[in-house]
Structures are given as C-alpha cells and as structure tokens.
C-alpha cells in the first residue's frame, strides 16, 4: 500500500498538459487561462465623474460659489467647452471631465438657478471641494499596459467583465479533458429498470461521475456500463481510450482485477497505482496508455461513496493539472465536528458531512450517518469530505479536522439536519 | 436609505415562487427538488458480500477450518445452492450471499486446495469470523420507503447517482428563471470595439451578470446595450420583460434616474427599493411588473463592482427562493483579515476579496487594491466578498470578519498575489 499523497504525486507526475485554445467571451467562464491579460488602455480611459452633479474648478467653490453653466456633458462624448474661471458643467455619472475642470460636485448638494449653479445649497454643508473631488482620474483604477489576469487562473464571471472591458474577446485557454465513463458488472442494470430483479442492481456510479464532471464543466461521453466479460470490457474501454481521461467504475477489487488487468493490458494500459492507504477507495487504481500524451486511467471503486471519494481526492486534481491550473491542490479548510468520528487504522479515512456555518461564523461538520462505502444515500446528502488523518483512532466533538469542499459548500446555517431521520 | 436587510426583505417578499417541471436524470444536477425522493426498494437489495472471498457459515470456521466449495457466485444472480455445514461458495464484492451463509472472509486471508479452501492461510492471523462478518445486510444502508432526499435541496452530482440508484429517472424540479439583461449608456460600446474613442467604454456589466447567471445555471438572454434614448429604452425594457428576472446595469443614478423611472413606469413596473445602505451599490433599484406572477427587474448600479455586489447580495438570494431553495441566504463564513478595511459610515460595505485556506487551516482573506467601485479589475481577481458592518470605523488585520462567497471561493492555501503588482 502506498499513501494518498505518494499516489496524489504519480498521477499528477502523468497528467499531460493539454494545448491551449481560443474562444470566443461567451464560452470562456470557468475556463483556465493559458495566456497573462494586459489593459490595452488606461481605465478610465478619462477624467471621470463619480457623480451627477457638476464638473468645477475647486479654487472657484473655496466658501461656496455661484458658477455659470456653460456645458452640459453627456457619457460617451468627449467635451468640447474647456471651462474657464467661475464656469461649470453639468456632468453625469461615467462622463468625462471638460478640460479646465478639476472636481465634480453632486447634484444633490447645488440649487440650480437659470443658467447658474449655487453652491452649497441652503441648509447643506458639504464639505468642502479640492482638486479630484469625486473624479476617478484616467488611469486610476488601470494603467494602460499593465498586467491584470495571469494563465493558470479560472476565469470567473468579473473576469468575464474584465476582458470584455479590455476588448479581449478572444482569448486561449486550456483545451478541457474529455472525458469518457462507464461502470462494470453483470449485476448492473439501467436507472430506468423499474423492477430489478433481486440480485440486480441499477447503475449509479456512470451516472455520479458523468453529473461530476459536468458540474466541473467538462465535457463527458457516458459509455453506460460493461457486463463482467473481456470481449464486451475490451470493446468499452477501446471506446473510452479515445477521450483524453478514463473512468472505470467497478471490476478493480481482487476478484474482477484478475480479467481487467489483462484487458487494461491488451488495450496498452499500464498500472502505476494499484493499492492506497485510503478509506473508503482502497480498490482503486490508477494507469497511463502509451500514447504521447498519455490517456489518464481512472478505475474508481464500485462503491458510489468510494467512487465519488477517489475521484475528488485523486482525479479532480489531475484534471485541473491538464489544463493548467497554477495550484492544483484541493483547498482543505479546518471545520468543527459536531459528532466524533472515527479513523481507518493505517488509511487516511474521508467521510461524508455536511459543512455549515455555526452563529459565530465557524464552519461545523456533521458527519453523515452512513453505512459505509456502498451508501449512496449518505455520500448523496454531504457537501464535504472530512479527513482524519492515518493512525487516528478517534476525534471527539468540538475537535477541529480538516475538509474537502464538494458542490454545495458550505451551508449558510449549522442546522442542517439528515432527511433519513 | 434603507438597510440591506430590509432591501433584502421586501424582495424576498415579492420573488414569486416558479412552478415545478419534469426533467431527466442527466437534467437534474444542479436543479432544485421540488418533490421528495424515497427508496423504492432495499439497499442492499440482498446480503451483499463487501470482500472477495468465500460466502461461509461463522460457526463451522471457530479456531480455523477446510470447508468444501460447492459454488461459485457471481454478480446479478441470486446463488442456488444453500450452504450446508462445513460448506463455502466463492463470491465476489456485491455479490449476493447464499442461504446457509452468514459471514464472507477476505481471499487473501485463505489457501485454495481443490476442492476445499482453507481459512486462515498460513501466516496470516485474521480476527475471528462473527455473523455478519465482512457482509452488509439486505436494507442496512437503506430501507424501502426511506425518505433519502427532501424538496428544497439542489441536486449534487452523488445526488444524481442516488436518483439512478432508486430508479428516479424522471424528476420534478422547479423551473429555472429566465434571466434577460443589458446595459445602458451612450459611452458603451460592444467588447470587440478595437478602439473605442476616448470618451467611450466597452460593455462589460451584461457580459458580467450573463457569466454570473450561467455559472447558476441559468438561462439567459443578453440583449446588448441601451443607448440613452428613452424610446430606445423602452423597447428594450419591452424585449427584457419576456424572462421571469430582468436586469438593467447603469442608467440608475440621480442624472439618468430621471427618464429610466418614466420608461419603467410606462413600462408598469413599480420600484418598491430605491435607496439602500450599501456601499458600492447606493444607486441600486428593484421593482415588480403587475402581472401574476410578476417579473423582478433589478436595476444595477452602471459600476461593475456595484453591480456585482448588489447582483450577490439582492438578487441572487432571490433567485434561488424562485426555485425554492429551502433557505436562500447566502452562507457568510468568518475569514481572517490579512490586512485593515476600512468601513462606509451609515452604509454596510463589501469589500473584493480573495478568500485562501493558512497552514492552520483558518481561512484567511486579502482585501483586493481597489480604486472603488468602477475597478472591475479588483473584483475579477475576486473569490468572496468582505462585509464590513455600518457605522464601523475601521477593522485591523488579524481580526474575523464575515464574507460572501464568490465562485472560486476558497483558494487551497493563503498565498496569493496580485497580479497587477
């Protein structure tokens, strides 16, 4: 058995780099930069207004004034009166300054009188007007030229905005891993099975993953699942060797290993990870083709909890890896147990909790009651995996652990409580 | 002014609830149930062998024992043979256990001979073989009729294994509201202007609420922007009013309030939230048309970051109570500061912020260098909000204070950096 950090390390030692990508602004969010994103002018590109109100020359209001009202300065063109001693403009919110202005005052603060302003009005007191006075200068915010988004980040929805607002509507991020999955067993059936027989069992874990990867937004071929047979096996994962990452669900404990192994074989598939300390997913193994790059094999545990553990502890890192991401290493925050839990002896143990945020801003985990690693009702309802570390015996309540975030994290409130119950 | 509670408060007030739809398991994710799931039947359906091994009797293997192999087991059948005395049958993981049996033992732990397997191998010292021993009993994980997920909840990816798991292919959740949005301004100009005119910017805020939307899930239109023409405006009011949540980005402040309030109104929609203690974000403004239900309309601050922020604190609690998410506040765990903040008197501020995880594992934030609420590249770098309460002065680094998630939020450790710098 090696560790869940030794086995972190072989996968993200093969994870290929995949190329970059141009498209277009509308498909960029979520996204993984592949290329630095400069200002390609200063922001604001002009002396402008933060209010509505009057563009000025401070010296003119030092007391309070009465300024003449020479222009009116509509957003979007710049203005043409250049304002001399004792004259005014009025101004929007987001236009430019008229050279010879230096302040922006707010209308709220004027009482305007035919083609005067007055400052202050009767009864307010503002205070008083210097030089910049509610003006975001030209360059303030961004200087032309200057770096504002590096490669290796996600783009968010403002980074949306951002390089719209730099004319960047083409931009190159990382190609996104194509994914194929299926799961294995005769005892397998199709969700839409009404009545399976008693032995059977209706496929979660093609389906787990498929919805996983999706809300990672990556693009997935769902291969649905293989009878325990090395002529249909080998003919689904040919099919899934042509996508860039592989998910096998099932057939990977020590009974079904003996025939996939000579399939993954056959097919060019060599195993580098075969056994980890972890708890739940010690089946789960880990293998590259020969291909340049290689396709990344994933062959996740035929437990959904184990399935879904495997596969944010071991592959979500290796899928932000291929696109570049800058620190792939999942966030693991400490949470506060609101029940004890227990370890797995030598295994760094995961389980499934709910992580909400308690009165005085901590964020708390329940652990989810569970019965283990074939409990899909358990890992369904958590929005966290708590880790206890290898060769813990227990943690009590109150103790603080660390977590993995999953979709959903965390609740607003620590009252969450298990619909089961 | 209002607080932002009470702004809050009267939208919620008005956000009407959508009706349910029927969607496919591979529609689900991410949806929000609007109907109860049960179980269907039993998990495990049968016995279910957790090991590959032998299916045995515990009591023929006291202190050791050779038991004849009279059957072999695999996955989706129910076994034939009953298990006499002094009797195995192989099994593999999940397979179901044969009457007479009441344990499994791991293959590792015995020596096949022939016919017979021998338990414990040499060697290997195993703890004593229970009833029950290595097997998960029919139901244990979950019993028919069980209730295993509850109206209100936003279906995870495991959730969606469960939903195959129990058969669920069809399900009813709520509708998703329809997003239409744009901006407005003479100054805007589309993102792909290559070079705008000195006076003109480029649209980002539809681009920016748009991606937001999306990263929700939800549908959107993005009509462009509105020229400052109030027949221009109202046309394009008219087009937004199809969707269930309009929203407007500029044109909200005291200089242009003027003319978008009388096209909102011949419009029909009243403003019922003008005025909020909130900084950035003062000019923001919401109103209901009168039709049944009626349409939100958001009207945005024209500055992104204002219109990020009001988006994330008004508006997107509102679109989840549309679905009927069972709690819409938004979760605001306590982070660290790394450095001071300053408050906005009266108003309740939020500050862009990136939100990392420190060795301790507390979660710590760095305000972002922002030159207010016109700097959209402050608030892309952003993954939470940092709230500042009203009438504070000022809060030292080291001190905890709440802040908002943003997509993105948390970053694995608390080094990051500015790019701009």
Redesign the interface.
Known sequence: MISVEEALRRILERAPRLPAETVG??A???RVLRE?VF?D?D????H?S????YAVRAACLAGGGRLRVVDQI?????PKVRLGPGEAAA??????LPEGADAAIM??DTVRDGDFVVWPAPGRTPPAVEPGNRV?ARG???LRG?????AGV?V??????????????RVEVARRPRIAVFST????RH????R??????????S??????C??LGLPVRRLGFAA?DPDHLAATVASGLVADVLFIS?GV????YDYVEPVLERAGVRLLVTAVAIRPGK?FVFGITGDAPPVLVFGLP?N?VSA?TTFEVFARPALDAMQGVA?A??????VRLLAPVRGSGPRRAFLPARV??AE????TARPIRS??S??????????ALVIVPEDTEAIPAGA?V?AQ????F????AGWHD??R
Do not use: C, W, Y
């Not at 922001?43 to 002009?46: A, E, H, R, S, Y």
């Not at 290493?329 to 400490?334: D, H, Q, T, V, Y």
């Not at 005085?360 to 964020?363: N, P, R, S």
């Not at 975030?405 to 959903?408: E, K, R, S, V």
């Open positions: 602004l509308g960029a969010r979520g630095d200002a002018r922001l604001p590109p002009f402008r933060a209010v509505d109100g509509p957003a979007g063109t710049m101004i929007m919110t987001g236009a430019p209308v709220e975001t303030a915010e961004v200057a770096k504002l988004l590096e996600r968010s929805p403002a980074a949306v905005g951002l390089l719209a607002t730099v004319g960047k509507v067993g005769d005892e397998l969700p839409r099975t009404a399976p027989r008693p032995a059977e069992i209706r496929d979660a874990n389906h787990l993953i498929a919805a996983r999706r809300a325990d099932g404990s020590m009974g079904r089946p035929g959904p879904l620190d290493r999942p966030p693991r925050p400490s909400g945020v005085d801003g901590t964020l019965q283990g074939g409990d899909i009702a358990a890992v369904a309802l958590a929005n603080s660390e975030p999953l979709p959903g965390p609740d607003a409130g619909p089961r």
